[in-house]
């Protein structure tokens, strides 16, 4: 079992920056593809980006790409998540979570959380206007 703790969020004004880490420890996470999510009160994970098991393959949200950016050290075990130009809506619980094959599954969006097993405890990203 893979343990998953992230980190880095925090209350930032719109147009803001943050980068949130997410560090693995018990089952190794390099050969597994890994993935961003983020979630608000009684609404279900939304997926925000994934990245394959080298890293050379990404996938983001349309509500995030060309402003998320996600990457990896396999060397750390850390999957980091950069957020940028940051809107109110973008304030959530972020969360990463660890996939069982080498890359992300071809399914729509909506239907990735379901693919991914261990999850993190989540870090609040919070936005001001």
């Known amino acids: 079992q893979v343990q998953l703790v992230e980190s880095g969020g925090g209350l930032v004004q719109a147009g803001g920056s943050l980068r949130l880490s997410c560090a693995a420890s018990?089952?190794?996470?390099?050969?597994?593809?890994m993935a961003w999510f983020r979630q608000v009160p009684e609404k279900e994970g939304e997926f925000v980006a994934g990245?394959?098991?080298?890293?050379?393959?990404?996938r983001y949200a349309d509500s995030v790409k060309g402003r998320f950016t996600i990457s990896r050290d396999n060397s750390k075990s850390t999957v980091y998540l950069e957020l940028n130009s940051l809107q109110p809506e973008d304030t959530a619980l972020y969360f990463c979570?660890?996939?069982?094959?080498?890359?992300?599954?071809?399914?729509?969006?909506?239907?990735?959380?379901?693919?991914?097993?261990?999850r993190g405890q989540g870090t609040q990203v919070t936005v001001s206007s």
């Open positions: 979570a660890a996939g069982s094959g080498r890359y992300l599954p071809l399914v729509p969006p909506s239907a990735l959380l379901a693919q991914f097993g261990s």
């Open positions: 018990g089952r190794p996470i390099t050969t597994v593809a």
């Open positions: 990245i394959s098991w080298s890293g050379g393959h990404t």
